[in-house]
């Protein structure tokens, strides 16, 4: 096939997921969920689990294998952007203030969803299509443990502030314990990525470069890039120099990550964390949300839904595998971090908030998972698995919240 025809058939790619976006996510929010749950389904819907199942023929047609390699780059620059937007909106002040009940919270969400992991590894290793094969338990158990815990920080955050609990203990603990499962979950997924097949070196290497470089952005950084950021702030408009240096930063701190034996999101992320609060972050965030958000996060949501064949759940094992992990996801998750809040002194409908919103995945899953088929962690079934986990316990998380918080709110200002 030509080049121009390569090029006019990624363009038909980029409309039909552009127009499977905005009507999924449309209908998400019509439904009361937000719009990121609906692009999450439209990347699944665009893959061989609907559009190739009911057109195999057109689907193929259109999503050619010769451009994959084009949408995988989209997709890559969209996750990589989107963690440097979440590093952007990472509040700091919030975390110290509420690092004790906080870290209780997460620490509770971490621990017992990788306890739960650690025993199904014992019989998820054993069965085909899951983990690559040859993988140590170790590295099993710690990829799973990691992907049951982590939260979607993210959309955790915007269920908070679109309530108006920013300022809330809840809020403030939801959030904070959010932070650090995410930041916790990210670490333990570098162990695995360089140690999965890297040998000790490799694994020193990763560990060793990657704390060095997060002291470096998280010490250093934000100090020199505060002359930047106090001409943004006396210009009041970000002009294409400042601009230009922050994605050349952005673009070496991805490279550095890669060097290092780490994935290219958490340069990003780093990054985001190190850019001084103010004018600057602001305008980066105005910036690089829109074509992040409407454009490049559904590429990479339609790249996860080509990866992702619910037909291989259709068998009796892996539909009883995603059952039982399903199951003791929701479970591990929702009634540690419960029980942590209530342990912190936390009345029970305010628990059982802080349960509910800490058990959506969402984005951050697809990201976690994605990364681990790409290294070669785990194999087709059970990367379909926790796209059908994200995508379920993302869409709980809103009417779980609302039933568990949302009448005991209505209840309170009835009184």
């Known amino acids: 096939m030509a080049l121009w025809q390569l090029v006019l058939l990624f363009l038909l790619q980029l409309a039909c997921i552009l127009c499977a976006a905005q009507l999924f996510g449309r209908l998400a929010r019509h439904l009361g969920q937000p719009k990121v749950v609906g692009e999450m389904i439209a990347g699944v819907a665009l893959g061989p689990s609907l559009f190739g199942w009911f057109l195999p023929e057109l689907q193929q047609s259109i999503f050619v294998s010769e451009t994959r390699s084009w949408l995988y780059f989209g997709a890559q620059l969209g996750v990589g952007l989107y963690m440097f937007l979440v590093g952007l909106e990472f509040n700091t002040r919030l975390f110290k203030e509420h690092a004790r009940s906080a870290i209780s919270v997460s620490l509770a969400g971490m621990l017992v969803p990788f306890i739960v992991a650690a025993f199904l590894c014992i019989w998820l290793i054993e069965q085909p299509g899951l983990f690559t094969q040859g993988i140590s338990y170790f590295n099993a158990a710690l990829f799973l443990g990691a992907a049951i815990a982590i939260t979607a920080f993210p959309m955790l955050a915007r269920i908070i502030y679109e309530r108006g609990l920013a300022g809330t203990p809840l809020g403030t603990m939801a959030l904070a314990a959010g932070a650090i499962d995410d930041a916790a979950a990210w670490l333990v997924l570098a162990v695995v990525l360089a140690s999965f097949g890297g040998g000790v070196s490799l694994l020193a290497t990763a560990l060793m470069g990657g704390a060095l470089y997060a002291i470096l952005m998280l010490t250093k950084m934000r100090h020199w890039l505060q002359p930047l950021a106090n001409q943004v702030a006396r210009q009041q408009r970000l002009g294409i120099r400042p601009f230009m240096i922050i994605m050349l930063l952005f673009a070496l701190s991805a490279w550095s990550m890669d060097w290092v034996g780490l994935h290219a999101v958490f340069g990003g992320f780093l990054l985001g964390i190190a850019i001084p609060r103010g004018l600057l972050a602001e305008l980066l965030r105005q910036r690089l949300e829109r074509i992040t958000i409407l454009l490049l996060l559904p590429m990479f949501f339609t790249y996860s839904g080509l990866n992702t064949r619910l037909d291989v759940l259709g068998s009796t094992n892996l539909l009883v595998i995603t059952l039982v992990i399903l199951f003791c996801s929701i479970f591990a998750k929702f009634v540690a971090c419960w029980a942590a809040a209530r342990w912190n002194g936390a009345d ?52 779980l919240f609302q039933w568990v918080y949302g009448r005991h709110q209505a209840k309170k200002t009835a009184t």
């Open 348 to 399: 029970n409908p305010t628990a059982l908030a802080v349960g509910a919103l800490m058990n959506a995945r969402g984005l951050m899953e697809l990201i976690i998972i994605n990364i681990a088929l790409n290294y070669g962690v785990i194999e087709q079934g059970l990367f379909s698995i926790m796209v059908v986990m994200a995508i379920v316990t993302t869409l709980m998380a809103s009417p």
